[in-house]
């Protein structure tokens, strides 16, 4: 089994790590290697945004899957920095499902929502270009475009935070997406269930590299929000560290746990 993927969490900031959505190859034999679209970020699988829209491309996920799971969510009124980047993680998540929706009513919404919330941790000025394209594009309805320009900024974001040293607001930007990918992916793993599409959710290294990471942190140590989220990564290491099939009831509890996690630690 290949080392598990960190997703970004979508629209831009959680893209400095990773991706929001785990690729499933519905009805075939085999799960998509992730290896072949993969890059190493500190010894954790994570893959490369513009690749894995191809792969999504591959599902027998209809658009209207997609859009029955589309949730944009309201204008963040957060209390800090670190949950404005939690905020932003799901923001992400958001927009690369609501480009797999193909909806542009969501995307312009979700493009100034991103806006709004990188003025908020300061990096306005870094992604109000692609900011403006991605809305942009999305009247004209050029999908292929918008892709381009996600995977444009999530260099440009990543590149930014690395510069300021902030990794601590990238990695709250990362767990952020990632909740709200899970929940998502597998709400769709729950509709379309075969034991083969389970496998991509036995993931220990990355809730290690979460766990591990948050824990020796003593500012997420005082923060409510992130003590819930170590709390929560701690009662999913049951279902999605260990390898094999993963059976449908724990699969949903799996969603349950992130829709939890959605309400209570990345919304606004």
Not at 73 to 79: L, M, N, R, S, Y
Not at 142 to 150: H, I, L, N
Request: proline share 4%.
């Amino acid at each position: 089994m290949n080392a598990p993927l960190i997703p970004v969490s979508g629209l831009i900031g959680a893209m400095i790590t990773a991706c929001p959505f785990f690729p499933l190859a519905w009805g075939s034999e085999d799960v998509i290697a992730f290896n072949e679209i993969a890059t190493i970020h500190r010894e954790v699988i994570v893959p490369i945004p513009s690749e894995v829209f191809n792969v999504l491309d591959q599902f027998d996920v209809t658009r209207n899957d997609w859009r029955r799971q589309l949730k944009v969510p309201e204008e963040a009124d957060c209390q800090n920095r670190t949950h404005f980047a939690l905020f932003l993680g799901r923001v992400v998540a958001e927009g690369f499902l609501a480009v797999e929706a193909e909806d542009g009513d969501a995307i312009r919404s979700l493009g100034r929502q991103v806006l709004s919330v990188a003025e908020e941790l300061g990096l306005r000025q870094a992604v109000i270009k692609h900011s403006k394209s991605i809305i942009e594009e999305a009247e004209r309805g050029d999908w292929e475009a918008v892709r381009e320009e996600f995977d444009a900024t999530r260099q440009t974001v990543r590149d930014e935070m690395e510069r300021r040293r902030d990794q601590d607001l990238s990695h709250c930007v990362s767990v952020g997406g990632w909740i709200r990918g899970t929940e998502i992916i597998t709400a769709i793993i729950d509709q379309h269930y075969t034991p083969k599409s389970s496998e991509i959710l036995y993931q220990p290294q990355l809730l290690e590299h979460f766990t591990s990471t948050f824990k020796e942190n003593r500012r997420f140590q005082r923060d409510r929000r992130m003590r819930t989220i170590i709390g929560k990564l701690d009662e999913l290491q049951p279902f999605m560290a260990k390898e094999g099939v993963i059976d449908r009831d724990q699969v949903r509890k799996i969603h349950r746990i992130c829709a939890k996690l959605s309400t209570d630690t990345i919304s606004p």
